[in-house]
């Protein structure tokens, strides 16, 4: 689902727009990736928020991994892992989460649910989104369930 960088701002997520345009250089300085990571983040929220899912907690960190975002889609509890890419070079966002990286979301996925136990008993699915830059803005793929928690 294509998009671009001019989504509005709202509860929890910074304006994607707002600040210098990470999004159509073609290299990442060094230096620069956290603040790119935070503007995909940013944008990754806004999206999310403009398809009516609700923000619930951003940059949920634990010794065992990080959340990036957690949010509500009506009654299910969304885990969501934001990733950008440059090129495709590298295989894309959704490629670059694999088995070993779903492990630990899932691993921390359990804590928070075992810190917030109220939630415990909501559906959950685990969401990527990947963004990539484009010429005429970042591109977004949403990938609702983009794998399962294995017991």
């Known amino acids: 689902m294509p998009n671009n960088a001019s989504i509005a701002s709202s509860s929890g997520c910074a304006s994607a727009a707002a ?4 999004w159509t250089t073609a290299s990442d300085p060094v230096g620069r990736s956290q603040d790119i990571g935070n503007d995909a ?7 999310l928020q403009e398809q009516g899912l609700r923000l619930r907690e951003r940059n ?5 991994g990080e959340l990036d975002l957690i949010c509500e889609d009506g009654d299910t509890l969304v885990f969501v892992e934001v990733r950008y890419r440059n090129s495709r070079s590298h295989g894309g966002g959704l490629e670059s989460v694999d088995r070993r990286k779903q492990d630990k979301l899932v691993k921390t996925a359990l804590y928070y649910l ?4 109220r939630l415990a008993r909501r559906a959950a699915r685990f969401d990527v989104i990947a963004i990539r830059p484009g010429p005429a803005g970042p591109h977004i793929d949403w990938i609702p369930n983009a794998f399962e928690a294995n017991a």
């Open 19 to 22: 600040g210098p345009c990470r």
């Open 114 to 117: 075992q810190q917030h136990p």
């Open 60 to 64: 949920y960190r634990t010794r065992l």
């Open 41 to 47: 983040e940013d944008l990754a929220c806004a999206y």
